[in-house]
């Protein structure tokens, strides 16, 4: 309450003598560092942050991004895991509103328009995959392009308001790269909005998803915007992305650029975010990938018989991508 009035001084108070009593509570450890960054005494911030990582089980405040934009750390390959989790279980309850509303997020429907551009020839009905699905709102853009639409997201708070509306058949609580990675050429498309700003280094990511596409299949993902370099940490805690990078990484692991144009897909404090669409397209995949994809739809049609077997009905007489349960 005192430093969301900018009292300042008064906050810090209260946060030594809670650290007097508790000297090891990382949440006052990471709210002084907090305060302190905003007053400008960046060494004791610092000195904050560090004290709450030794501290927390798990870097669920986001601390070592904040040593980063400080210049106490090296720039994170990605987020910690726990922080985004953290950070989206605690925003899900009002993620519609607070993105559609206040934020002005228009990212899902401009994934959509361009893949149906860069795309217009492809297959009416898609197996499609909403990487890092949130509440649902990339699925309610895609929803009519797909035979199957699967959902992950690392937030189990974000997959249960995903659930109640009941867009896709199947939902899972995972890693974006571990669900790509499980599933090879399981997908037509693969969807990614507003995913990778949380990701600096996007080359797992590229790959899994190539390695989760058929021949031929696209990735739509949005971006930030960086003007130069690979990519850089904003104050934020979210990444933004050069271009040249994404196109690079994109030829090095099997995409082919069809679109990539400047957008607008969110705003922040009424002021607008300077983005990027690309849709990419999985080239041939090779003999290899080819041969596991194969041993890996034997595998699943074995099991799935198996199944049938026992429960005393038919084989289904289709593989569709799958996750935990079946998300209705």
């Given amino acids: 309450m005192l430093k969301a009035r900018g009292d300042l001084e008064d906050a810090l108070s209260v946060f030594d003598a809670a650290l007097a009593l508790a000297p090891e509570w ?8 907090e305060t302190l960054a905003e007053a400008g005494d960046t060494l004791a ?6 004290a709450y990582l030794r501290f927390a089980d798990a870097d669920v405040m986001g601390a070592e991004a904040r040593l980063a934009l400080l210049g106490a750390a090296p720039t994170p390959a990605s987020l910690p895991a726990a922080y985004v989790r953290t950070l989206f279980d605690q925003y899900a309850e009002r993620f519609d509103e607070a993105l559609l509303t206040r934020l002005e997020y228009r990212a899902p429907y401009q994934l959509r328009a361009a893949f149906d ?3 217009p020839l492809a297959a009416a009905s898609l ?9 649902g709102l990339a699925g309610e853009a895609f929803r009519d392009r797909a035979s199957w639409l699967a959902g992950v997201d690392l937030s189990p708070g974000m997959v249960a308001a995903a659930r109640r509306k009941r867009l896709y058949d199947s939902l899972a609580v995972e890693e974006a790269v571990t669900a790509l990675a499980a599933r090879p050429a399981a997908y037509d498309l693969v969807v990614a909005a507003d995913v990778l700003v949380y990701i600096g280094d996007l080359a797992p990511l590229f790959r899994a998803a190539r390695h989760a596409l058929a021949a031929g299949g696209y990735i739509c993902v949005s971006t ?3 003007d130069a370099g690979d990519y850089s940490l ?3 805690c979210r990444y933004a992305h050069g271009r040249p990078y994404i196109e690079r990484l994109a030829a090095e692991t099997g995409f082919e650029v069809v679109l990539h144009e400047d957008a607008v897909c969110r705003q922040e404090a009424g002021v607008d975010v ?3 669409i690309a849709v990419l397209r999985a080239g041939a995949c090779s003999e290899a990938e080819a041969h596991e994809a194969d041993a ?3 595998e699943r049609e074995q099991r799935h018989a198996f199944q049938a077997d026992i429960a005393g009905a038919a084989p289904l007489p289709r593989q569709q991508p799958e996750h935990d349960d079946g998300g209705h």
């Fill in 224 to 226: 930030e915007r960086a």
């Fill in 117 to 119: 551009k860069a795309a």
């Fill in 127 to 135: 197996r499609v995959l909403d990487l890092g699905c949130g509440t």
């Fill in 274 to 276: 300077p983005s990027r």
């Fill in 234 to 236: 904003g104050r934020g």
């Fill in 296 to 298: 890996g739809d034997i």
């Fill in 45 to 50: 911030a610092r000195e904050g942050y560090a």
């Fill in 26 to 33: 990382p949440d006052a450890h990471f709210a002084r560092a």
